[in-house]
């Protein structure tokens, strides 16, 4: 039975994961060069154009077609919106707020995923190739992932626990981030020339954004107006806060000064990380799982220095590995008391070794999943396609040689004349 | 003393300042401009309305060298910022009557 709170939240609640694809847009937009603002603005900015028309047309259906099969990928059922009305829909999603709402929902999260990895592949990626793989990947990849754990496939079934998407959303992008970037390449003149960011106000602007959208992301996902969905938010709240913390003071040790680009950076690492958490564990243990994940990361995006691959703006230092902390933490922290949905409790409450190892299975297949089929995706478009932007445009700029605009215009010397 | 002045891609300035500290050089100055010249403008387009943008950004790069390393200077400037595209800028030298450092008062050669 449809209940007017629960709806009432979760109509609310989409509309706050919906925002965070422009908090994304200007947080990695301020991190660009100023030629390339506009490229990154519009990349994310058109994953909500396409990808919400390729949910409702078949992603939707492929990850939530045949939910509870403990299965690797739904069905057509859903496919064209069919059977998706106001009712609350088939018995075991168990909802109460009409099943269009939930696929509206589920919709912003199919949004965001992909347009994740644009941090990594920043400055370079063809605009055509780009809507070809984030339309193939969602299909491909996210659906399947999704089915697996939010719509009682086999990794659900396994007894792997993620609340809003840790393995789904984190992992599964980063890895596809490593995939795609060892397709495409670094950045002509990486990492000898500085390619410091344009406007860190605009990444502050952009990280506000994503935190309170965040809210929406992890409380939403109780997919109720109780008390799991008020436990999330507090524990969504703390982790970011601890996140910040945890990797301002590597910096300050480390760097010798905390910088606004190490707490932004902080702060979302701490949301990836309580993400697959958020739902489950109580007390302190947001504010452990943030700090870690603020500590790792910071720790994490120094390898690609070592390693020589330039993921432009760390989504895999900050999502990946803040999404395997999160994942492999909720092994230690999971209770029972917080979500009667926890059956096999954390290291840290007794409850053994079993979750972490079935959090370890999640992470782990995840990766491989996402990662092999990315390489394959972007290396198909590659050679039919280009996934890169030729010599000439690279230099030119993104926002001139894809979209013919300029993101910056200041003063009076333009010298515009119009032709048509 | 000369004063030796290039108009460069904005994408080669990383490479002109290498080669020119690669070289021994202490110093020069940038700055972003605009300008046009054989290379003409590009076109945008906004809500289906194209305007030709006729001044296109470059970078100014200018360095006070001593007499004899004016040409040596100009010539690295040359082969860095080169690309061999249309719009690739210019060098030019021209005489410096005086210079003086304003810290401490220096004046001529050893204020470069």
Known sequence: MIDAGDTAWMLMATGLVLFMTPGLAFFYAGMVRSKNVLGMLMQNFFAMGLLAIVWVLIGFSLAFGNAGDGGWIG???????RQIGAEVGPEWFGLSIPFVLFCAYQMTFAIITPALITGATADRMKFKAYAIFIAVWLVVVYAPVAHWVFAGGWLAKLGALDFAGGAVVHINAGAAALAVIIVLGKRKGWPREGMHPHSLPLTMLGTGILWFGWFGFNAGSALHADGVAAQALMNTFLAASAGMLGWLLVERIKDGKPTTLGAASGAVAGLVAITPCAGFVGGMSPILI????????????????????????????VHLVGGIVGALLLGFFADSKVNKIVVNEGVFLGGGFKLLWFQFVASAVTF???????????????KFVGLRVSSEDEDEGLDYSQHAETAYSFGNTGSMDRLS | MKLVTAIIKPHKLDDVKDALKAAGLTGMTVDEVKGFGRQGGKTEIYRGAEYVVDLLPKVRVETIVPDELADQVADIIVTAARTGKIGDGKVWITSVDKLIRIRTGEVGNDAV
């Open chain 1, 75 to 81: 069905n057509f059922d859903f496919a064209w919106m």
């Open chain 1, 290 to 317: 943030g700090f870690a994940a603020g500590v790792l990361c910071v720790l994490a995006i120094g390898l690609k220095f070592r390693f020589k691959y330039d993921d432009s703006l760390d989504v895999i230092g």
């Open chain 1, 368 to 382: 491989a999943f996402s990662f092999v089929l990315s390489f394959a995706i972007a290396k198909v478009i590659d």
